[in-house]
């Protein structure tokens, strides 16, 4: 899911919440997408989002219905809650990571694990559900969803990574959304520019899997669009545990510049080439993360 439709979701939530909507309440795309001014595309990612977090359901007659609006509030929470609800977040990311939880679990068992209360940790759940790597239960129990875990099937994600994305910027039904890369190019030339260094790895992550995430969508294919996203999830939690190299990662970011500038050029063969030689250097990095085979250390991390 691209960052403007995680944003998007949050910002439907709060909409449920602070209307008071009852469960039950339609919630049309067209309308979504006149409310906050976005096309129709993101809505319905983000709406799907918000199903799997279970805040909405599928309406009987098509589209989605308000289906909880407790979780729509625990959601709509997660940009303004206290530092402890980061912190709780990352805790659950990282036990999950290392296999101290167990593929499902209750909100209760989860209660007495973590020093949360219970709204808090539906809004750290839902988030963990919007992002793809958790997903909600009958009744008040969770789902954790498959991430990577050793350093093969990380080199292997980078592998993939280097044969569609390249592969991507060549597809015949290529068609440049010039605005949306115009965006990216601005923020990574700005993390360049020395913002780097006031970002968190998890936002870090964000900025330039979205950056990936919109040259793919470029391409037209759904294939190509939709295992990227798969590989991204799954890989998620590795790059929110570990240590940013802010060096290598600003070099990362050059890199993102210069393929940006191609494309923008209608240089996308150059791209393509350059996009390969940037996930080529990164592969053998990435998977030297995982020391002994063991699972993945607190090392440096060049995110990209």
Excluded at 31 to 55: D, I, N
Excluded at 73 to 101: F, H
Excluded at 182 to 209: K, M, P, T, W, Y
Excluded at 251 to 270: F, K, S, W, Y
Aim: aromatic residues 6%.
């Amino acid at each position: 899911m691209s960052r403007i439709a995680g944003n998007l979701a949050q910002e439907i939530a709060r909409h449920v919440d602070e209307a008071g909507l009852p469960a039950g309440t339609p919630l049309p795309e067209r309308a979504l997408a006149e409310r906050f001014h976005v096309s129709r595309s993101p809505v319905r990612l983000a709406l799907r989002a918000l199903r799997q977090a279970g805040v909405l359901a599928e309406a009987e007659r098509g589209g989605f219905c308000v289906a909880d609006p407790a979780a729509a509030r625990a959601l709509a929470a997660t940009g303004t809650v206290a530092d402890d609800a980061e912190a709780g977040y990352l805790a659950i990311a990282r036990d999950r990571l290392a296999g101290r939880i167990p593929d499902r679990i209750s909100e209760n068992a989860l209660l007495r694990r973590y020093p949360l209360t219970r709204p808090r940790l539906q809004a750290v759940l839902a988030r963990a559900a919007a992002e793809g790597w958790a997903e909600r239960l009958p009744g008040n129990g969770w789902r954790f969803l498959p991430v990577l875990t050793s350093a093969e099937t990380y080199r292997q994600s980078y592998s993939f990574r280097q044969a569609i994305e390249p592969a991507a910027l060549l597809e015949a039904g290529f068609a440049l959304n010039r605005p949306v890369i115009e965006r990216h190019l601005d923020r990574q030339r700005r993390l360049v520019a020395g913002e780097i260094a006031d970002l968190s790895a998890v936002d870090l992550f964000e900025v330039n899997r979205g950056m990936h995430e919109a040259l793919i969508e470029c391409s037209g294919n759904a294939f190509f669009i939709e295992s990227l996203r798969r590989v991204d999830r799954l890989r998620r939690l590795i790059e929110y545990r570990l240590q940013v190299d802010r060096t290598k990662a600003r070099l990362r970011c050059e890199e993102h510049v210069a393929i940006l500038e191609m494309v923008l050029q209608g240089r996308n063969p150059e791209a393509a080439e350059a996009m390969r030689r940037h996930l080529a250097a990164l592969a053998p990095l990435k998977a030297g993360l995982f020391p002994g085979g063991d699972g993945p250390a607190a090392g440096r991390l060049a995110v990209s």
